[in-house]
């Protein structure tokens, strides 16, 4: 556990940051936290992404056990892009239950990871996979660090800080943008790793290979314009959030900064002041 420290010591350090980031299907970790994530690892930081499901119904041509398959071979591309390690729950995707055996199992993987950092969905989400997978981690934030409670694995030293990955729904209450993170030195790596995933990003019968207006035939261009639809969305977090990007990073960086992925500090589990978790997030320390 290295809480205090800022990046350069940390990537020194014998005993690293550790996060791990719950998504509740094989792209949601990745289009949430890619980019951060991508940072983190350059610094030495050991980053988990976990799939609650796993993926095996969303496309319109492939599914069962070869797309479950094929999911994880693309998130295991996306891991090695970002220099991270990849994990796929066989769990069905829209089947996510918020079950003690579930619960169990995220803990399980928080303690294995010996995390200081846990990243998840805010419960407000539109699938409810994703509800879900909130819902199991902030029951975590509490069972994690009770030693009876999974008593066979030994429980982590003390309390990880819990965070919720953006989204834009509304009610009961909009997403609150504790940390947004430029992520322009590490786009390209997010890029190629959405180029690792066809299944959900390129396939004319993936979901955005249907549900994109005006989706071009051919199959590179397809490629090409669901990508970029992709970019705009994490364009739209940096422009949405503008002014707390000045605030963490000064006038000049805050708005020259493209790209950005935000995160909301949970109301379970440790909570850092603004400072202490700017010192553990990439790229603010310099
Ligand atoms: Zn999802």
Redesign the pocket.
Known sequence: MLLFAAGAARAQSDDPLRVIVF???P??AELKAGGVASLWSQEGVAVKFVSTTNGDIGHFEQSGGPLAQRREAEVSACADIFGITTEVYDIHDGELMPTLENRRKVVRSIREWDADIVMAHRRYDY?P??RYTGELVEDAAVTVVAPFFEALTPGVDSNPVFLHLYDGFQKPYPFQPDLVVGIDEAAEAKWDCIRAMPSQFADADSWQGRYLPNVPEDAEERAEYILDYMKTRSAAVADKYRDRLIELYGEEKGRAIVYAEAFEICQYGRRPSEEELMALFPAFDE
């Open positions: 998504g509740a299907h792209d949601d699938h996979d994703h």
